[in-house]
């Protein structure tokens, strides 16, 4: 057994956690998708946690990204 056998359940065990990992990101961005929707077409809008969502939606979406390029190999054309 060569320590690339070894190494292999490991980079399965790190592939499966990023997966895991952008599910539950993606559910998140969708969830304050829906959380703003729904203060958007309030009477009265929170502006300030309006703005805090926005923010934190930007955060996922940043993350999401990079586990995504994680995820994704490089393909050199």
Known sequence: ???GDKDQP???RAALALENELA???QEHRD???AIDALHQSPAPD???LQ???KRKLQLRDRI???ED???PDIIA
Do not use: P
Request: hydrophobic share 55%.
């Open 1 to 3: 057994m060569t320590k």
């Open 32 to 34: 304050l998708d829906a």
């Open 52 to 54: 805090r969502l926005k």
């Open 47 to 49: 502006l300030l946690r």
């Open 10 to 12: 490991e980079l399965v």
């Open 24 to 26: 539950r990101l993606q």
């Open 65 to 67: 990204a990079f586990i």
């Open 70 to 72: 994680q995820i994704t």
